[in-house]
């Protein structure tokens, strides 16, 4: 029986979470009553956990270094309790061909996208594990399936953190649920650099003909958290309004 149905909330930590997916994850769980820990290196993540509310704490933090998890998972257990739940969503990404990228940003993609999840499960796994009820939702993206110009790197991570959930779900299978979230085209900062051209094109490329919303994301990540949930883990679960299913071959 987990924690929840008991009556007491539980603690998440979410990565990734100035702003975007992890923003609007990190919002909806303080909605339903957990204590949120927002992880990020961007320093705006204390002023969104303040407009969260009480339930969330910001902590500037570089996911790609074991030093600042170690530290923050610290501060977190101090202030918010031990860590039930992990969402690993922080990113980086550079546009750019194989040819022209710099092995530093490869490298960078690989810290962040990739090492940085598995750093954040090794220091949060104490927690998650101790009542055989933790719960894992590892973010990754489309371009994991997908073949797309201009990101070698974010595709290679983010087809890597799918594996990953594959794994880890067969490793602690019983102690700790883990599950992958795959989103499609979602407004995000990432999109900030392109024209209305370009999004009103992306989103003809889905069934529902539009561009996502992060809290269309966050909801079905609470819902891999949730006690709903329970018998779902090692799965990839697709948030892209069709745009995986369905190609203009004209």
Known sequence: MSERRLGVSRTAVVTGAARGIGEATARRLADAG???????RDPLVTQTAERIGAAARGYVSDVASAEDWAATIDRVRDELGEVDDLVSNALVTDPTPLHEMDPESWQRQLDVNLTGA???VRACLPGLRRHRDGRIVIVSSVHAAFGLPDVPGYAATKAGLTGLTRQLAVQYGGEVRVNCVVPGPIRTAQWDRLSEDDLRRSAAETVMGRIGEPSEVAGVIAFLLGDEAGFVTGSTVTVDGG???TKNSS
């Open 243 to 245: 745009w995986s299913i």
């Open 118 to 120: 598995f750093h954040g």
């Open 34 to 40: 957990w204590k949120v820990a927002l992880l990020d």
